[in-house]
């Protein structure tokens, strides 16, 4: 089972950043706009925010924030959000960090993950990107990431326990200061419904995506005694009906909320990092009203899905997802290949990333070995599935970031699978993406967080399961991200299951 940390660890530093204006991703373009159309550039912000508003804020601002951070209702960890110009020896004019701390407790032991995340930007005009380290930390190791900004492309470095392995060149990007802090630099000028969008590099893409900003209030509040502005501003992440809602006042950041289930409370240091509630499997499971049974023989599974918030589900031929009257959700999961798989979803489902490297040495040969002498692409789907199935240990405690790490360390709970499966697919030339959301288990008669993976098959999307050895996943996984875009995050701790009768 997956890790109930591993659901919201990706959110994390998302939100956290989110304190400073905004790293989330884009959604899709406007139905007027053509698919392929290219992400909006920050020159889209002018009208809320000029340069010159930029420029001051870049040479005078500084922050040091700490925040407690709340999956439901249990503390479950913290951030902390410094803003300030950077130093002698630091790239760049300007440094916006995010560091954040969460804890797990699965399988009896107690699990710590942090991740870090800095930007650094230029201190003229565009004020743009010149670098970005993040590190994500954890028992079972350290991966370092270091996107350096080139005229023509940015350059990426990945170091997984002290190996660097060889930059990539990913496309260059246009992001620029303006995505972290619009909300902050200019509060009385911000007015209610004033839209805008800008460009962010997002990690999992790899490339420029368009971030939309909705001003959804500003009023006079008292805090502290004092009466100031409070800006509240949406953001729509990439593939999501919920908004990121960031609460802002004298240039900072109040609250933060990823939907009712995710969510950042200004707090001084202190505060925010005492009483952590370790989060576990049991903490954020979804139970039944009634036992479904052994699953593996079914064709088809319909449940009601109920969630706070306005909640979307991925629909298709192999989940349909229909809106009640009383807003619940009808979903009807069927087992066998779904959606037709577009150009677009193919080259991006082959593509190695920073998490996926399938360019790895180690991948590469792994993926040769174990396909060698099939004769179709449903047998090497066969073969890896259940090669990393029969090879991994499962080990609900590790929290490893690539999949060349995982196939290093031969063990890992279902994110780990899920991402060898797909590095392994993808060096064997079968476009594969992760899917994560949550699986049924008859033992206790509950759905838990899981991820499993989606592969392309005949021209069809069909999901697999690396993790419990299923070449074609049962129907008894529920989606609710695919490819990085989703709603898992923001739904967790407030989603309802039942039944269809």
């Not at 959604?27 to 009208?47: I, L, R, V, Y």
């Not at 082959?350 to 099939?374: E, H, K, N, S, Y």
């Amino acid at each position: 089972m997956r890790t109930a940390g591993r659901v919201v660890v990706a959110a994390v530093v998302t939100i956290a950043t989110a304190a400073c204006g905004s790293r989330a991703k884009a959604p899709p373009p406007p139905p007027s706009a053509p698919a392929d159309a290219a992400p909006a550039t920050n020159a889209a912000s002018a009208a809320l925010l000029t340069d010159a508003q930029l420029a001051a804020f870049v040479a005078d601002h500084r922050q040091d924030a700490w925040y407690s951070l709340y999956l439901s209702t249990r503390k479950a960890g913290w951030a902390h959000v410094e803003m300030r110009p950077t130093t002698a020896g630091e790239p760049g004019a300007y440094l916006v960090q995010a560091l954040a701390h969460l804890e797990t407790n699965d399988d009896g032991r107690l699990s710590v993950m942090e991740l870090s995340d800095a930007a650094y930007y230029a201190g003229a005009p565009p004020f743009g990107l010149v670098e970005k380290r993040q590190v994500e930390t954890s028992d079972a190791g350290r991966t370092e990431r270091t996107y350096r900004a080139r005229p023509d492309h940015v350059e990426l470095v990945i170091t997984t326990d002290g190996q660097a392995a060889p930059p990539r060149k990913l496309p260059a990007t246009a992001e620029s200061v303006v995505s972290q802090v619009l909300s902050m630099a200019a509060p009385a000028t911000l007015r209610p419904g004033q839209r805008t969008s800008y460009a962010t590099f997002d990690d999992d893409a790899e490339a420029d995506q368009r971030t939309d900003v909705t001003v959804a209030a500003v009023a006079d509040e008292v805090i502290a005694g004092v009466k100031v502005p409070v800006v509240t501003v949406e953001l729509l992440e990439d593939g999501d009906s919920v908004p990121m809602r960031v609460r802002v006042a004298d240039g900072l950041a109040l609250a933060i909320a990823l939907g009712p289930g995710l969510r950042l409370e200004l707090a001084d240091r202190a505060v925010a990092q005492a009483q952590i509630e370790a989060v576990s499997m049991m903490d954020t499971s979804v139970p039944i009203d009634q036992r479904l049974g052994d699953l593996s023989q079914r064709d088809e599974l319909t449940l009601i899905v109920g969630a706070a918030g306005d909640l979307a589900l991925p629909t298709g031929p192999t989940q349909l997802d229909e809106r009640l009257p009383d807003g619940r959700h009808r979903v009807t999961v069927r087992r066998g290949p779904g959606a037709a798989v577009t150009a677009a979803e193919r080259a991006r489902a082959l593509a190695p990333t920073a998490a996926f490297d399938a360019d790895a040495p180690a991948i590469a040969a792994r993926a040769q070995q174990i396909v060698a002498g099939a004769t179709s692409d449903r047998e090497r789907v066969e073969r890896i599935v259940m090669w990393v199935y029969t090879n991994l240990g499962k080990d609900l405690s590790t929290e490893l970031a690539t999949a060349s790490q995982v196939l290093s360390h031969g063990r890992g709970d279902c994110t780990e699978h899920t991402l060898l499966v797909v590095a392994l697919a993808r060096a064997a030339g079968i476009p594969a993406r992760d899917v994560g959301g949550l699986m049924y288990e008859d033992t206790t008669g509950r759905f838990y967080w899981h991820a499993w993976a989606q592969v392309a098959l005949d021209g069809r999307w069909v999901a697999v399961d690396g993790a419990w050895g299923q070449p074609v996943a049962d129907v008894g996984h529920l989606a609710f991200d695919v490819d990085g875009r989703g709603n898992a995050s923001s739904a967790m701790g407030t989603i309802t299951i039942a039944a269809a009768m």
